[in-house]
């Protein structure tokens, strides 16, 4: 089946622009969290989502950074007035919520890189 | 806070070699996770481990859990040069009893280099 899809894959964006990224979860997952990877460095969370309420935004470094997933499903990372040290890939995962698998497995989509200039 | 700390952070090894990957983690959680990174690519789960002695294996790679020591392994057998590529564990904190809020908390990350 389909896995997490995010577009768009790169995303140039000049200091001070805001940027808008997307998430597409795979199909039926309740939860959808954001991370933000540095070069070099493992994945961060940023914030977690079940359904469509924002239950966890502990790790969004600014007030910059917002995220929606209004209708419980496709999920918004919004960056306002970027800023260079904003330049990483942001990673989206889903996960299903099931209470009958402990795994909490969590799905990873490709990824937008986004560079700041 | 929690913390996750993978040693060695580079490894560049022969093939046919064996190594071990070891991950640290400072606080108790009993769900550990090894994923791949390929250059350019998104993370593709390896493991997932869930309790005390768990071992899985997949051809060369074997992970195990010890949630006393708060130490996982992923050890190489036989490196080929198709297991080149970033190995990152992480580990699980519940934020929120019932909610779910289970974030994953990652490592450095190891990068491995197999030479033919």
């Known amino acids: 089946g389909a896995g997490v899809s995010q577009s768009p894959r790169y995303k140039v964006a000049k200091r001070g622009q805001d940027v808008a990224l997307r998430c597409d979860p795979i199909?039926?997952?309740?939860?959808l969290f954001w991370y933000q990877q540095a070069l070099g460095q493992g994945p961060e969370f940023l914030t977690y989502?079940?359904?469509?309420?924002?239950?966890?935004k502990s790790g969004l470094p600014s007030d910059r950074f917002f995220a929606e997933r209004p209708e419980g499903s496709v999920s918004t990372l919004k960056i306002q007035r970027t800023q260079q040290e904003d330049s990483a890939v942001y990673l989206c995962?889903?996960?299903?919520?099931?209470?009958?698998?402990?795994?909490?497995?969590?799905?990873f989509g490709p990824g937008t890189r986004l560079t700041v200039t | 806070e929690l913390k996750v700390e993978q040693n060695p952070l580079f490894l560049s090894m022969q093939e046919g070699k064996n190594y071990t990957i070891y991950c640290n983690y400072s606080?108790?959680?009993?769900?550990l996770y090894w994923y791949r990174q390929d250059p350019g690519k998104s993370l593709e789960s390896l493991f997932v481990?869930?309790?005390?002695?768990a071992v899985k294996q997949e051809g060369r790679l074997m992970a195990s859990l010890d949630t006393k020591a708060r130490l996982s392994t992923l050890h190489i057998t036989a490196a080929v040069h198709d297991l080149s590529a970033t190995y990152f564990c992480?580990?699980?904190?519940?934020?929120?009893?019932?909610?779910?809020?289970?974030?994953?908390?990652f490592g450095k990350g190891t990068k491995l280099s197999v030479i033919p």
């Open positions: 995962a889903s996960s299903p919520f099931d209470p009958w698998d402990t795994t909490y497995e969590q799905y």
């Open positions: 199909s039926g997952h309740v939860s």
């Open positions: 989502f079940q359904n469509e309420a924002q239950l966890d």
């Open positions: 606080t108790t959680s009993d769900r």
């Open positions: 481990l869930l309790s005390n002695g």
């Open positions: 992480a580990v699980v904190r519940v934020a929120y009893s019932g909610a779910g809020s289970y974030q994953l908390t």
